[in-house]
């Protein structure tokens, strides 16, 4: 069973991108939210495929994956569809947090 707590690091997909922050995919659960504010060192960067670029040249853009921490889980109702969904707040302040490259130095 997956059921993921305060503290926990996971790692998930990028699905959108928006200023204030971006959406990822985490195993089932559609909806972590990764604030802008939470991202130090990452500035947003406007163009036709928008990312958060890091100082060091590190992106987070669609389809990245990215190790995160949890910040809180909550269950959120849906009233048009009666259904609950799971949604977590993700931080990358911390060591090790951030876009996940393979051993060649590749983003996965």
């Not at 928006?18 to 990764?34: Q, T």
């Not at 890091?54 to 992106?59: E, K, N």
């Not at 853009?61 to 990215?66: Q, S």
């Amino acid at each position: 069973m997956f059921l993921p707590h305060k503290g926990d690091i996971l790692e998930g997909v990028v699905h959108h991108v928006y200023r204030l922050g971006v959406f990822l995919r985490c195993g089932p659960v559609k909806y972590v939210f990764l604030s802008a504010r939470k991202m130090p060192n990452y500035r947003y960067v406007v163009g036709e495929k928008p990312v958060f670029l890091h100082d060091d040249l590190a992106r987070i853009e669609k389809d990245v994956v990215v190790r995160f921490e949890v910040l809180g889980v909550r269950w959120i109702e849906r009233r048009e569809d009666i259904t609950k969904e799971f949604m977590m707040l993700a931080s990358l302040q911390g060591d090790m947090l951030g876009p996940v490259t393979g051993p060649d130095g590749l983003d996965l």
